[in-house]
């Protein structure tokens, strides 16, 4: 059961959001209207915020199983849905479900059903196949970038889902790709549909860079040197190809974070909470990094190497010049190459400033304490301060988990930190500190 369920106006207060952009104000007004609606609008305009409101708003405190199932294509869309949960405290019990983690962590989470389940299918199918979901409570169904999880590979899991789910009364898609076909397993009939796809005007300028070199790396260092102390992304289309990549910006002392299908979970998570606090300035990334991952705003990103379809490079570019922002992207091409069909023809882009980029000055810290020992932010950044003797500057951003938390510091204070918290309490807890 919810206790202390927020109001709208107290939710985002608590989000430091004073008013919703357009597309939000006009999803949430349909979703409180309309059983089927399909929404469309570009990577980093809101679409979490939008449907959750109005689901939120719709969800019966005194029922103590699962009522709203959010299913997505990737882990970290998983993740960060669950952290945006969390950050609106609105009193409801939230938990996300992945592959790539221990089962028996979903047995303790699920041991008291949350409200709002957030899931891959691949994992949600599993655990209705051993029947530990009470389907019939579930009333409103989100499939959030669901031509994603048709694309690689979810169909079979999504149609199991959605036939066991006969008392789903509201169903909600959303895409960032124009003329997405739903399928016909989904039952979605007389749709009410929000597309701000086309209205988008992006002021993203894409540009062409050409190398002498078939490999472009030494082109590629100099265009990172030209733009600078930016946070960015570069992809590749392989993981051998972020080695080759890594392997040489390591050799140049272009610090970096890799982000990839092939890697382990935990390293994907802390890649990212890397990138969002400073340490890592730029990705080194596949097409898995292009949507639907909680990272800053970008000021470039490049393609390294272009994908096989249009759509992908528009997400990939959808990656910056986000809500009314400015973003560049960078086309990097060998001179005796050729590019897609799918490329228009862009400006040359010619390297003028190949200054060294200097390091960050940030590091992460990782801290054995978190949200299931009732630890919180001002707990961590408390401790930092009186005990750690730190200032307001040197601390970065702070991330709790439900087990451990990462701390962004200054380089230059870390080893000092280090020194002065590890090994004590934090509330009842003794945690333990170190740089990873």
């Known amino acids: 059961m919810a206790t202390s369920i ?56 005194n029922k103590e199983h699962v009522q709203a199932l959010i299913l997505v294509p990737s882990r970290e869309l998983a993740l960060q849905i669950e952290q945006v949960l969390r950050d609106m405290g609105t009193g409801y019990k939230v938990n996300a479900i992945y592959g790539g983690r221990a089962g028996a962590k979903d047995k303790i989470d699920l041991k008291q059903m949350p409200s709002i389940l957030i899931g891959t299918p691949g994992r949600i199918a599993d655990r209705f196949r051993r029947d530990t979901i009470n389907k019939s409570q ?13 694309e690689i590979g979810f169909e079979e899991d999504m149609k199991q889902i959605i036939t066991a789910l006969p008392f789903v009364k509201q169903k909600i898609l959303t895409s960032a790709t124009q003329g997405v076909k739903v399928p016909s397993f989904v039952k979605f009939r007389d749709v009410k549909e929000i597309n701000y ?49 890594s392997d040489y910006l390591n050799i140049m002392g272009i610090s970096h974070g890799c982000f990839f299908g092939g890697m382990e ?38 393609h390294y190497q272009l994908p096989h379809r249009i759509e992908e490079f528009t997400h990939r570019n959808g990656r910056t010049a ?8 960078y086309i990097l091409k060998y001179k005796q190459g050729n590019l897609p069909h799918y490329i228009e023809q862009h400006p040359k882009f010619t390297i ?28 961590i950044a408390g401790l930092c ?20 938390a990462f701390i962004g510091v200054l380089a230059s204070k870390a080893d000092e930190l280090i020194i002065k918290i590890d090994n004590t309490r934090l509330k009842k807890k003794k945690v333990r500190v170190k740089k990873i």
């Open 6 to 61: 927020k109001s709208q106006q107290q939710i985002l207060s608590k989000l430091g959001i004073k008013q919703l952009n357009d597309m939000q104000e006009e999803a949430q007004l349909t979703i409180q209207s309309f059983n089927n609606v399909l929404l469309l609008s570009p990577t980093g305009t809101g679409k979490t915020l939008a449907f959750l409101l109005p689901i939120i708003a719709q969800l019966d405190t």
């Open 138 to 150: 579930i009333k409103h169904l989100i499939l959030d970038e669901f031509d994603k999880s048709l």
């Open 197 to 245: 796809l086309d209205g988008h005007e992006s002021k993203l300028e894409i540009s062409i860079v050409e190398s002498d070199t078939k490999d472009k790396l030494e082109t590629l260092v100099d265009l990172l040197q030209h733009i600078g102390n930016e946070p960015g992304i570069v992809f590749c289309n392989f993981k051998d190809s972020i080695k080759t990549v």
């Open 265 to 302: 979970q935990k390293d994907r998570e802390r890649v990212l909470i890397k990138f969002r606090n400073g340490t890592h300035q730029m990705l080194i990334a596949t097409d898995l990094a292009a949507r639907g991952l909680d990272i800053p705003e970008l000021k470039f990103i490049i």
């Open 322 to 329: 986000r809500m009314k922002s400015g973003g560049q992207a």
């Open 352 to 379: 003028t400033n190949t200054e060294a980029i200097e390091r960050t000055p940030w590091v992460t810290l990782f801290i054995s304490g978190g949200r299931k020992d009732k630890i919180s932010k001002g707990d």
């Open 385 to 404: 301060f009186k005990q750690g003797g730190l200032t307001k500057e040197s601390l970065g951003i702070i991330e709790l988990k439900q087990d451990c």
